[in-house]
């Protein structure tokens, strides 16, 4: 299995601050681009989360389906979502990276060719948003199999039993969803609730990296920041979308603010 | 190893999926987000308990009667069957329904469990409206809000429709992603309802989604064949020796309920036909994934035929008829593919025009495009087999609601 991930964990751990993780899509808004936001807010961000955009999303917000609609009509391919992850490595063997995305371009795909392919551009983990457990234990362990980590996702509307059964079957890392929405929704429950069941997922097993997700913004952060690691991903859609609108540079634009979240943990 | 997939006789086909939801082994399922797995679980066993709840089957019963208007006439087209010659055509006029079409049943049926889970809000998606139609005036008739979800170019082009659920007090939310039709107002309605589960119970508009879904649809529309079973028995004495049922399979709701009593006979006696849309004769684009060999894809959160790229992103469709405009199909009629119990074909847009035509011309029946597509293929066979066959079409919708692409389209009406 690849270390990279825990190895992360333990170096946030060791700063005594979360692990931050970004979510950006591939290919949004090209290939290079998306290329070079990756490399450069990546020297800020602990993980990378690269979507592999797919255009019948049913748990995105309308941040993250502009910046896969805009990726999808660029052209991208999931030839090329390998291909930008592998790039990235050339330059950042260490950071872990992490394809997200729908099961239907996996299954189109082929479940082992996909993950030889994941293998083959270094991709650490994998987060598949509508496979969920028990449906997902057959793919879960082919990734395993692989030296590829399968992450779990917990919800608030997860019940105890099923909690138990997930974690059990869990790897390094269990994405907890922060409420129930779709991505880059307003932040309707209160931190001191989000990190109350955050606590009962990591008691299960303490050696797993729970992080949270949903609604994380500049804003909201810092009272987060008990977690193991925190996930932002529709406000740095919402930055690409912004920049490109107001024809500024994307790169810089977005590399502030994962900069400035990052500050917010220090 | 392949295994052969068998049909079960003596068990509803809703009920032939196994644990994980799969319809021989491989269409259906719940490709869902995590936060749906509780609410879809809750909807399972609610469901399972009400469907052998008696009070709660009298209370089905009675509003299928009493509001519904059951049973809708069972006719023979005499005029159509002689000018075609050949084969007897008769009609299941189900379009006489409250409201206009099938869609009703599984509105009702959905409105009734919301309130049984004690849930005050409703949702659910809409692509022709009449879907969206339908479970506001059930949303109403039962005391729910409701809220509707609708590409926001299908508000333009079916006005009537939303002005008549404006009027029964629903609120039609426009959605502006991907195509702006239907398959992006169900991917909204799903992920309101990922937001919103805790209070809100979904209506999926057709036999597709996530298992449950499915099978609460197909159980709703079914009251179609118990009652054209009756009627034949009482037209002919038993049920005869060749029959044809023609149904139009967009999702699939209406031809499943139109089968489901008759899918444990032998093909050689009811031939199951279901007609996809095949779009304008010179387009590629279709909404057919079962009759033009689409591959097995994830749509929606089931796994079915679905016309797709490649890489797996869902195709455009294109039909003149916006309720079979949807690129998968219900994982039940896969199944009945595969196993070879029915049989698939496409009628283009300008074969239903037609069909809409010749019998409107011929008949006191004016169907809407959707069954039109299933008229054409009665008239294209019809011809073709003796008077001993009957042909049965289920006209599931009324033309009323395509009155301005008729007018379009055919320069009169």
Request: glycine share 8%; net charge positive; hydrophobic share 35%.
């Amino acid at each position: 299995m690849s270390y990279l991930l825990n190895k992360a964990f333990l170096n946030a751990k060791k700063e005594n601050r979360p692990a931050l993780l970004t979510y950006t899509v591939a290919g949004d808004n090209t290939k290079k681009k998306s290329l070079e936001i990756l490399k450069s807010i990546s020297n800020y961000a602990d993980i990378c989360e690269l979507g592999f955009p797919h255009n019948t999303p049913i748990a995105d917000g309308g941040q993250i389906q502009t910046s896969a609609y805009r990726a999808i009509k660029n052209g991208i391919k999931i030839k090329d979502v390998f291909s930008i992850a592998k790039n990235f490595k050339k330059s950042k063997k260490n950071t872990p990276i992490i394809l997200m995305g729908y099961y239907n371009m996996i299954f189109q795909f082929n479940e082992n060719k996909f993950l030889d392919k994941c293998k083959k551009s270094y991709v650490d983990g994998l987060i598949v948003v509508d496979l969920p457990y028990p449906e997902n234990k057959s793919f879960a362990s082919k990734c395993k199999k692989n030296g590829i980590n399968f992450i779990q996702l917990v919800s608030p509307t997860t019940s105890q039993i099923r909690l138990k059964k997930i974690i059990k079957d869990s790897h390094d890392m269990v994405y907890y969803i922060s409420m129930l929405s779709t991505t880059g929704g307003k932040l309707k429950v209160s931190p001191k609730k989000i990190l109350e069941r955050y606590n009962k997922i990591k008691n299960q097993n303490k050696s797993k990296n729970v992080v949270i997700g949903f609604g994380i913004t500049e804003k909201t952060i810092k009272s987060l920041k008990k977690a193991d690691g925190l996930v932002v991903g529709s406000a740095i859609c919402k930055e690409i979308s912004k920049s490109i609108e107001r024809r500024q540079n994307t790169v810089t634009n977005v590399t502030n603010i994962v900069k400035r979240l990052r500050n917010k943990i220090q | 190893m392949k295994l052969k997939m068998k049909l079960k006789r003596g068990i509803p086909l809703i009920d032939q999926h196994d644990q994980q939801g799969f319809w021989g082994g491989k269409f259906g399922g719940s490709f869902i987000p995590e936060t749906l797995k509780k609410p879809v679980e809750d909807l399972t066993k609610e469901f399972k308990q009400l469907r052998n709840n008696k009070e709660f089957l009298k209370k089905r019963d009675f509003y299928f009667k009493n509001y519904i208007g059951s049973p809708t006439s069972f006719v023979k087209l005499e005029n159509l069957s002689n000018h075609l010659g050949g084969a007897q055509i008769w009609a299941k006029v189900v379009s006489e329904a409250n409201g206009g079409a099938h869609k009703i049943y599984n509105a009702t049926v959905h409105a009734l469990i919301c309130k049984a889970m004690g849930k005050k809000y409703i949702v659910g998606d809409t692509g022709a409206g009449y879907a969206g139609k339908m479970l506001s005036m059930a949303a109403k008739k039962f005391g729910l809000k409701c809220k509707i979800f609708m590409g926001a170019k299908d508000i333009k082009r079916q006005k009537p429709n939303c002005d008549a659920m404006k009027k029964n007090g629903a609120e039609i939310v426009p959605v502006y992603s991907g195509s702006q039709t239907l398959v992006d107002a169900v991917s909204e309605c799903m992920r309101y309802w990922v937001s919103n589960c805790d209070n809100t119970h979904m209506c999926v508009g057709s036999t597709v989604g996530p298992n449950i879904f499915v099978k609460i649809c197909g159980w709703s529309t079914a009251q179609i064949s118990r009652e054209l079973k009756t009627q034949l028995k009482k037209e002919f004495k038993k049920i005869p020796n060749k029959i044809k049922l023609i149904n139009c399979v967009g999702g699939g709701s209406s031809a499943y309920g139109f089968w489901s009593e008759f899918i444990d006979f032998d093909k050689k006696q009811i031939e199951l036909i279901g007609v996809e849309a095949g779009g304008p004769k010179k387009s590629k684009l279709h909404a057919a994934p079962l009759s033009r060999n689409a591959k097995v894809g994830i749509l929606h959160g089931a796994a079915s035929y679905v016309c797709q790229n490649n890489e797996g992103q869902i195709s455009n469709t294109e039909s003149i008829s916006a309720g079979l405009d949807y690129p998968g199909v219900s994982p039940i009629h896969c199944f009945l593919k595969d196993t070879k119990r029915a049989r698939y074909t496409y009628a283009t847009d300008e074969d239903a025009l037609n069909a809409h035509v010749m019998v409107t011309k011929f008949e006191k029946l004016n169907p809407s495009l959707e069954p039109s597509h299933a008229f054409a293929e009665a008239i294209k066979i019809a011809p073709k087999l003796g008077k001993d066959t009957i042909i049965i079409v289920n006209s599931c919708g009324d033309a009323k609601k395509d009155r301005d692409i008729l007018r379009e389209r055919l320069g009169k009406h």
